[in-house]
């Protein structure tokens, strides 16, 4: 008789347990990306955070981290007007690669992003122009013009004469 409440109470305190731990999960989301942030600028992403992916959970802080060669720095965004939306302002201290890790401040959720290339301040010199995409540009547009070329060649040899 003992071993069979110790085993129904060993069952319960499991089901409590298991019930407890089920809902301590939310997913993180933000947007936008950091992309093209030049150093010193300020990136603002709008931080959503989901529990269980569908309901906004309010009423939290979460805190952004960034790390890179400099170091990590850490920013707490604030809670917006709607619900599960958070607004954080970050400031990348330098160029360099950075790894940006968004903590919700509910349980283990977070999202880690990166390395994001974090480019030079502006105010760069003239010579920084960026070469290589109008490289590219010109390249894929005289590929364009060959392939409308052999189009308009082999249509005509495909016209029956009449």
Do not use: C, N
């Not at 960034?66 to 201290?93: C, L, N, R, W």
């Amino acid at each position: 008789m003992r071993y069979l409440i110790m085993l129904s109470m060993l069952v319960v305190a499991l089901a409590a347990a298991a019930s407890a731990i089920a809902g301590g999960w939310a997913t993180v989301g933000f947007a936008p990306l950091p992309d093209g942030i030049a150093a010193g600028a300020t990136w603002t992403p709008k931080i959503t955070v989901l529990q269980h992916g569908r309901t906004p959970l309010g009423g939290l802080s979460p805190v952004v981290t960034i790390t890179g060669d400099e170091g990590a720095q850490t920013f707490t965004a604030t809670e917006t007007s709607e619900v599960g939306v958070y607004d954080a302002s970050v400031v990348f201290p330098a160029e360099g690669d950075w790894r940006v890790v968004i903590d919700s401040g509910f349980g283990e959720s977070t999202v880690t992003y990166g390395p994001v290339a974090i480019g030079a301040a502006p105010g760069g010199s003239p010579s920084s122009f960026p070469a290589l995409p109008v490289g590219v540009a010109v390249i894929a547009g005289l590929a364009l013009l060959v392939a409308a070329t052999f189009g308009i060649v082999r249509q005509r040899r495909l016209t029956p004469a009449s």
